[in-house]
């Protein structure tokens, strides 16, 4: 099975400042990985995925994220937010046994701040 | 083309009774996957139907039921409802393959009292 912490469960930040939100997984099988970011009364939406190949990923709204298999981590970044990035983001995790199970982080709030 | 669609988008049911969600996937899509979002334990999969089969299971006790029909339509249904059942029910769906996305519908919001 696979497992994902997301350490940082609100992060406050002023607009046009980068930002970085983290995530750590742990699997004992190769892994798909992805950001997803939902806004209050929503489903989730896509952000970016790692399924193979370059480790640096980029998404939609300017962010982008690296899969880095050493420290089993896909943190997100955002050189520049803007107040509309104010969302909650999760990051999933799902073996490639067994792709279309997704096991989620806790999420973690960001707050733009003007 | 038309998202997930969810239905309905919000149900007030008392504990006891029972309760059956929808899921309308995109054209095409074979794959619809289940997922209970709570406050306390996030994100959790519930099950994944492919092809009107159950290919995936979550760790949900066996009031959870779901199933799939021809048209890739699927409903879930949760039995002798508790109050701990109270959260929002999203519905994924995708093409079933390796490298597609999964597209989630904006939840049914399920409160038991």
């Known amino acids: 099975a696979q497992s994902v912490t997301q350490l940082d469960s609100q992060v406050p930040v002023f607009e046009e400042a980068p930002v970085e939100l983290r995530c750590n997984y742990s699997?004992?099988?190769?892994?798909?990985l992805f950001w997803y970011v939902q806004y209050p009364n929503q489903g989730l939406q896509l952000l970016l995925k790692?399924?193979?190949?370059?480790?640096l990923v980029k998404g939609i709204n300017g962010f982008e994220a690296e899969f880095n298999k050493s420290q089993t981590s896909f943190h997100l970044r955002k050189p520049s937010v803007h107040i509309s990035d104010t969302a909650e983001y999760f990051c999933?995790?799902?073996?490639?046994?067994?792709?279309?199970?997704?096991?989620f982080g806790s999420g973690t709030k960001l707050n733009v701040k003007p | 083309k038309a998202g997930v669609t969810q239905t309905p988008r919000y149900l007030i049911k008392t504990r006891g009774q029972q309760v059956t969600l929808s899921c309308s996937p995109i054209?095409?899509?074979?794959?619809v996957s289940w997922y209970q979002q709570t406050p306390g334990q996030g994100l959790q999969f519930l099950f994944e139907?492919?092809?009107?089969?159950?290919?995936n299971k979550g760790n949900f006790p066996g009031r959870f039921s779901g199933r799939q029909f021809s048209n890739s339509r699927s409903e879930m249904n949760v039995s002798t409802l508790e109050l701990g059942d109270s959260a929002l029910y999203l519905c994924?769906?995708?093409?079933?393959?390796?490298?597609?996305?999964?597209?989630f519908g904006q939840g049914t919001r399920l409160t038991v009292v």
């Open positions: 054209s095409g899509h074979r794959s």
């Open positions: 139907y492919f092809s009107e089969t159950q290919r």
């Open positions: 699997s004992s099988v190769s892994v798909y």
């Open positions: 790692y399924l193979s190949g370059s480790t």
């Open positions: 999933a995790v799902s073996g490639r046994d067994n792709f279309n199970k997704f096991y």
């Open positions: 994924a769906s995708s093409l079933g393959t390796m490298n597609t996305e999964a597209f």
